[in-house]
């Protein structure tokens, strides 16, 4: 619910993350999904370790992709979890 009532915040987060060569709208919808919930968790303050976050979401692409996807999606939320929550790392 948090990723959709906030997806106008998500999206350019995930954008910046993102290479330049790959805009938002060329990724998978469930990547896109996958990777919009991350960030939705991950902004939120007393969730938990981001390292956590980030391995969950890592097994949940890894169920649906066997590609390239899952390192992508590891990429933009490690990422994303430098940026929202430095002091973890």
């Known amino acids: 619910r948090e990723a959709v009532r906030r997806q106008d915040a998500i999206d350019p987060m995930l954008i910046d993350a993102l290479p330049d060569d790959w805009p938002l709208a060329r990724i998978d919808p469930v990547l ?19 390292k956590v976050v980030i391995n969950e979401y890592l097994d949940i692409a890894r169920g ?7 390192g992508l999606a590891n990429a933009v939320l490690d990422r994303l979890a430098r940026s929202l929550r430095a002091a973890e790392f």
């Open 32 to 50: 896109r999904a996958l990777m919009r919930a991350g960030a939705a968790e991950l902004s939120m303050t007393d969730g938990p370790p981001a």
């Open 64 to 70: 649906f992709f066997t590609g390239p996807e899952p």
